[in-house]
């Protein structure tokens, strides 16, 4: 046995290299472990940036979708809120002569948006085009030959194609006729000082907090010999650009075209529910003659006026077809003691189709649109000007007719929907000329107090929409 002792020590006793094999063996799990957690931290920070850009791209989203309902549903179809410029989560129009700045945060509020943040937490930012501001006052005719303001630069400069710097997401092409911007600020870079105070003052030029202030959220940059500022949109007020230089510019721009906008209003312009709220002013009208049984309505305003000037809008003696009057005293003083025109009416609103219990306001960019006919059964001549007891379309031939059928309609409301391939209306020569508003049997009834309209779906050569109102006053949607 105690020969075999150190045999077996022997024996037992590692290798000479044992003992270096194994702590090879230790340093390259401690390699491995290290280079796992650097991995796992990169795929974390990965992770991460992913998580952030899509709730940015979210955000971003949820702000146009909500801009585009707003400037299809409100009371002025095709116009958008002003910025936020004290943070206060709605638009601040100046008064009513304009926005105080084109540029502030999005009033996420005023949208009846969550708080949306991007991806590093911060509100987003917004410009509007100055033709889309909403502001009452300047009653800007805003419709679908508005062109918004705003650009989308290139390198080289505004109205340049080639490809703008990528930023750290895909960017919007080079492009023009935007009507808004929404901004992802991104987070902090160099000196931005956010740190929100206690001003409440919407005037950007009076506001000393820096946290209101556009320069600390929105980046400027120069590429070659130009320098693009999305605080002040450049020299202009409208021009911004997109790039890729996360360490100096992290701005991320989503555009809304004027075609973006225009796209959704001209489907509720083009809705007969639509066009029925002011052919219902035409309703009240007929029935407050000084009795119950006089329906005339109004004259016609003339074709060939300037659509900007809402005085040309006025009614003319024995125009029965024409553009939709606003103005309609001469219509007034050929019925006896009609309620629109007397003291009890608002001097401003006094034969004016202002009078109406809820006269829409999109008629004022709208007016263009919009035609009108009335039959000579309820004329304001009719019978010689006496009211007739009761304007009836009993003969046929003295009331307005839909699609070949009789005459049974005491007056027609159309809108001509969105120009056709064959029309243009850039100009105020084009905008005269009904050609480019109006197609088939109503271009020629409206030119020529004609008495036959046609009624029918929207196709290539056809789109105009129209209401009838019947001898009782009532709307008939359909024509039928």
Known sequence: ????????????????????????????????????????????????GTQKQKKTQEALAQA???????????????????PDTNNAGSGNPNGNVNCYSRIGRLPWKQLGLPDLRDGDGERLWYAVSAEFANV??????????????????????????SPIPKPPTTPPLPDSNIAAIVFSPGAPIGDDNRQDGTDTEP????????????SNYLD???????????????????????????????????????????????????????????????????????????????????LSIDIGVTSQFGDIVGLRS?????????????????TWATSAIPAAKRNTFAACTNFPKWWTSW??????????????????GSAPSP?????????????????????????????????????????????????EANLSSINGSGTVFLNGGATTTFNDTIVCINPDMTISPDCN
């Not at 146009?64 to 002003?82: D, H, I, M, N, Q």
């Not at 020299?235 to 225009?262: R, Y």
């Not at 120009?419 to 508003?437: C, G, I, M, P």
């Open 367 to 384: 007016k263009s649109y919009l035609f009108y006919a009335v039959a000579s059964n309820f004329s304001p001549d009719f019978d010689g």
């Open 220 to 302: 400027s940059i120069a590429i070659d010999a130009k320098t693009f500022d999305n605080s002040s949109g450049t020299t202009n007020g409208n021009d911004f650009i997109a790039a890729n230089s996360p360490g100096a510019f992290n701005d991320q721009l989503l555009p809304i075209s004027a075609a973006e906008v225009f796209a959704n209003v001209n489907r509720r312009m083009e809705n007969k529910a639509t066009l029925a709220g002011i052919a219902n002013c035409i309703v009240e009208y007929g029935t407050n003659n000084s009795t119950s049984s006089d329906h005339r309505l109004p004259w016609s305003a003339p």
């Open 203 to 214: 005037d950007p030029a009076k506001n000393v907090d820096p946290a209101k202030k556009a």
């Open 136 to 161: 009452p006052s300047t009653q800007v005719v805003n419709n679908e030959e508005s062109t918004g303001l705003l650009n989308i630069c290139g390198p080289a400069g505004c109205g340049n194609s």
């Open 322 to 338: 024409g553009r939709f009057p606003h103005t309609i005293g001469n219509s007034a003083k050929q019925t006896t003691v009609h």
């Open 391 to 439: 304007n009836s379309c009993s003969s046929p031939s003295g009331c307005l007719s839909v699609n070949g059928g009789v005459g049974k309609f005491a007056a027609i409301v159309v809108f001509s929907g969105q120009k056709l391939a064959s029309q243009t209306r850039a100009s105020l020569v084009n905008q005269k000329d009904t050609f480019n508003y109006l197609e």
């Open 64 to 82: 146009k979708e909500a801009l585009l309902a707003y400037a299809s549903t409100f009371e002025r179809p095709g116009v958008l809120p002003c």
């Open 1 to 48: 046995m105690t020969v075999a002792r150190p045999f077996a020590r022997a024996f037992l006793r590692s290798p000479p290299n044992a003992s270096k094999g194994a702590a090879l063996l230790v340093i390259l799990f401690l390699v491995l472990a290290a280079f796992s957690t650097i991995i796992v931290s990169q795929l974390s920070k990965a992770n991460l």
